[in-house]
């Protein structure tokens, strides 16, 4: 594995998705520990003279933030935090997941702004080094810190909860054992540092980007394909026109689909060809731009979000004091993130629109459903498999950040449930996996029923690997078999680019 640098400013998707699926390791500057330490010794120092109420030192929290905590019931006060927050239900995260979290929540504590000991850290990077994975249940956070999902860390930390390790779910006892670590004693605020965080929200939401930018090559690779499969118009793609649009990423699309479409026979005059094409064809680069636009937006706030602080309170150690803040507040990222999935619900649209169009003589000039002869069925009842995945995704794509309770006696009477916006944007993603599948499968066999003409150079590469896998369709066979291989010849494709 190769080593990055973390500092608590510099922090990147790239970075997290590598440490997620263990190619990047990350390691601290001595700098950034020491920062560390400093704060550390400063939060002590306010701790002892325990002049000034700070919450979550000295003071209990949420509605119960006008009980006073002993120095002497520190610890007992962190425990009892850590598990009366470990609320989180449902199925666990997994362990790309949880490094991705262990990572984002490392990079905050370097800024110095929450007064963590440098023994925490050092736990937390020990995790990672040694492929530690707290069992950790995704939902239980409305997006205002993941406070429910990231107490089951802390526990760990503590010697309580489980944690994966070596293949088994340990008890975090067992677990400190094996790595001969003692249970670490949280000192002040500690319990409250580890769980005022939006590490879950942060690294979901660097997985999914890192993870859709690809499927976006990917499904315009597929667009070209299926362009060549009805004889399609290249005219939208023409650098001038779009330059006169004046969107970058449009600009960018055109281009890309230029490129892979080099050589194909559609730069070619054809009488037969159409004037124009349906607009699920004729505007696949702008709406694909629009999906850029947002999750641009999307990511140019989780990057500031990841490295700046949170926390809550927030130490300011040049004025050697806490500051409550709502730098928690995620609205911003939530906005991107929703945005997104209204977009990625347009992207589906012209999918299944183009599906549609590619099984139907009177745009695509071939036999319904693409039969090779009347005695095959072809693709019609692929449609019902392509409307579900579509109207799950237009349900996914409804926003949430709306939806929520008051809670803790009215004093949290505001959220983004920013978790869960991430949760739905990845299952949208998901279904467009599948629906670029079942479109690859439709423009390889209408190429192949128009006789295999010139295509592009990268099209033609996509076309015959593609049939390494999967052969055209000349008598009727088992469709959801094909679906699930051409999902995952999708998947494995968008790894490559990922690696």
């Known amino acids: 594995m190769k080593n990055f640098i973390i500092d608590g400013s510099h922090l990147t998707t790239k970075q997290i998705y590598e440490t997620a699926y263990r190619i990047s390791v990350p390691v601290i500057p001595e700098k950034a520990m020491n920062r560390v330490n400093e704060s550390h010794q400063l939060l002590l120092g306010i701790s002892s003279s325990n002049n000034h109420k700070v919450y979550g030192m000295n003071t209990s929290v949420g509605f119960n933030k006008d009980r006073s905590v002993a120095p002497s019931d520190v610890m007992q006060f962190n425990l009892s935090l850590l598990r009366s927050h470990n609320v989180a239900i449902r199925e666990s995260c997994t362990k790309e997941e949880v490094r991705a979290v262990l990572l984002v929540l490392i990079n905050g504590f370097l800024r110095g702004n929450t007064g963590v000991s440098p023994a925490l850290v050092k736990y937390l990077v020990t995790f990672l080094e040694k492929d530690v994975c707290p069992i950790m249940k995704w939902c239980g956070s409305i997006g205002e810190a993941d406070i429910g999902p990231l107490s089951s860390i802390g526990l760990v930390l503590t010697g309580e909860g489980e944690a994966e390790y070596r293949g088994r779910i340990m008890a975090g006892s067992e677990v400190l054992a094996s790595l001969g670590l003692s249970p670490l004693i949280l000192g002040p605020k500690e319990g409250l540092g580890l769980i005022s965080s939006n590490a879950q929200s942060h690294a979901f939401t660097a997985l999914f980007l890192e993870r859709v930018f690809n499927y976006l090559d990917m499904n315009q690779l597929v667009y070209c394909l299926s362009l060549e499969g009805i004889n399609g118009v290249v005219d939208p793609l023409n650098q001038e026109v779009n330059l006169l649009k004046g969107s970058p990423n449009q600009i960018r699309c055109a281009e890309q689909c230029r490129s892979f479409l080099e050589g194909s026979y559609l730069w070619q005059p054809d009488k037969s060809r159409s004037l124009q094409d349906p607009l699920s064809f004729r505007n696949q680069i702008a709406v694909a731009a629009a999906v850029l636009d947002a999750l641009q937006f999307a990511q140019n706030q989780l990057a500031?979000?990841?490295?700046?602080?949170?926390?809550?309170?927030?130490?300011?150690?040049?004025?050697?004091?806490?500051?409550?803040?709502?730098?928690?507040?995620?609205?911003?990222?939530?906005?991107?993130?929703?945005?997104?999935?209204?977009?990625?619900?347009?992207?589906?649209?012209?999918?299944?629109h183009r599906i549609l169009r590619i099984s139907d003589p009177r745009f695509s000039g071939l036999d319904r459903f693409l039969t090779p002869n009347a005695n095959v069925l072809g693709f019609p009842t692929v449609q019902k498999t392509v409307s579900i995945l579509d109207t799950e995704i237009r349900m996914y794509a409804n926003p949430s950040s709306l939806d929520f309770l008051e809670v803790a006696g009215a004093i949290e009477d505001h959220a983004a449930n920013t978790a869960f916006a991430v949760k739905k944007i990845s299952s949208i993603l998901d279904n467009l996996y599948y629906l670029s599948a079942i479109e690859l499968i439709h423009g390889a066999q209408a190429v192949t029923l128009r006789g295999n003409p010139r295509l592009g150079e990268k099209t033609r590469k996509l076309y015959t690997s593609f049939r390494e896998i999967i052969p055209a369709l000349y008598e009727d066979r088992d469709q959801s078999a094909d679906i699930e291989k051409s999902r995952q010849f999708v998947q494995d494709a968008i790894d490559k680019l990922t690696q």
Not at 309 to 336: A, Y
């Open 304 to 352: 500031l979000d990841l490295n700046h602080t949170q926390d809550n309170p927030c130490l300011l150690p040049q004025e050697k004091r806490f500051i409550g803040n709502c730098n928690f507040e995620t609205l911003s990222l939530v906005q991107g993130i929703e945005m997104s999935s209204i977009a990625l619900a347009h992207l589906s649209k012209m999918i299944c």
